[in-house]
């Protein structure tokens, strides 16, 4: 990763490289942090970040789900993305806003911490790989079953529900796959381990349903959003994997 630019923490630009939090930081012993990824695509009217307000709306909605009070307006936190991106001098940017229990009270109850923030952007080009962007995605059906909204807020773009698709994703990789496709308790196909997942067949594309313990994808709204107004059939059902392509 290049360091570049600054980054934004609990309501101060500091240099990349001070941008540090305690060994003892709750969130890094048991995962009690929320966090967005948001694209800044470069266009001929400058650096334009993707859904901006739904991405900060989805990042709040996750903190409530996990109790979290974040310590700054929804405005505050937009502009801070805003001058986060515009510090880094990044014409296009991945960038990651994050609210986690910090270091205060080590123990399994998150809520005596208080909550920090930070918001940080880097060049990610064409992302983890190039597979499903400049050539086809090899995908596999994984071992590993997504985790069951029962089990945890599968809602909730949180750093916990990432660790079981880590290893998704390092036993897709393994295996000589781009990314795994993960089913949910019932069998059926939920998601990517780190996307949703269509399917297009006979001219209709296809999406597993929300309660099929799937994320509510920004990204996915906006497919669904783009088929409509082209008049592309949509359908949202449960379905077992068929011809599947992704969307990060």
Known sequence: MKEQGKIWMNGKLVPFKNAKVHVLTHALHYSTAVFEGIRCYKTTKGPAIFRLQEHVDRLFKSAKIYSMKVPYSKKVISDGIIKTVLA???????????????????????????????????????????????RGARCKVSSWLRIDSRSQPMQAK???????????????????????????????????????????????????????????????????????????????????????????
């Open 88 to 134: 880094s001098g990044l014409k296009e940017c991945y960038i990651r806003p994050i609210a986690y229990y910090s270091y205060g009270v080590l123990g399994l109850t998150p809520t005596p911490n208080k909550i920090d923030v930070a918001i940080a952007c880097w060049e990610w080009n064409t992302g983890e790989s190039s597979a499903g962007k400049v």
């Open 158 to 248: 949180a750093a916990s529900n990432y660790a079981n698709a880590a290893l998704a994703r390092v036993e897709a990789l393994k295996d000589g796959y781009d990314e795994a496709i993960m089913l949910n308790y019932y069998g059926k196909v939920s998601e990517g381990s780190a996307e949703n997942i269509f399917t297009v067949n006979k001219g209709e594309i296809a999406t597993p349903p929300l309660n099929a313990g799937i994320l509510d994808g920004i990204t996915r709204d906006s497919v669904i959003k783009i088929a409509r107004s082209e008049g592309i059939d949509y359908s949202s059902k449960r379905y077992r994997q068929r011809r599947a392509v992704y969307y990060r």
